[in-house]
């Protein structure tokens, strides 16, 4: 499968964007679907997470202000973001979990947050 994200973009600090990751298959039988991010300098981090039963679980420095969520629908992951901060910036990277675990990643979309 493969993942594309999209959505980042510039934004003043306070606001909010809404980043997708279209798969190019069903993601219904994936066991987890998150939200990594990557800022200068900095090794890549877990953001937010949506198991396949639903439950979440979320980075302490995003919690209350982001929500992750999927639409097997659409084959898509979802993270709205809201309040964002300056600490916010950088490259958010999608990555799904097959139930062998097997991982895909996402090319990332860069997210700035102004000040």
């Known amino acids: 499968v493969q993942l594309q994200a999209s959505g980042g973009g510039l934004v003043q600090a306070g606001g909010s964007l809404r980043l997708s990751c279209a798969a190019s298959g069903s993601i219904f039988s994936f066991h987890a679907l998150g939200w990594y991010r990557q800022a200068p300098g900095k090794e890549r981090e877990s953001v937010a997470v949506i198991i396949s039963g639903g439950s979440t679980n979320y980075a302490d420095s995003v919690q209350g202000r982001f929500t992750v969520s999927r639409d097997n629908a659409k084959n898509t992951l979802y993270l709205q973001m809201n309040s964002l901060k300056p600490e916010d910036t950088a490259v958010y990277y999608c990555?799904?979990?097959?139930?062998?675990?097997?991982?895909?990643w996402g090319k990332g979309t860069q997210v700035t947050v102004s000040s």
């Open positions: 990555n799904f979990i097959n139930p062998y675990g097997m991982r895909y």
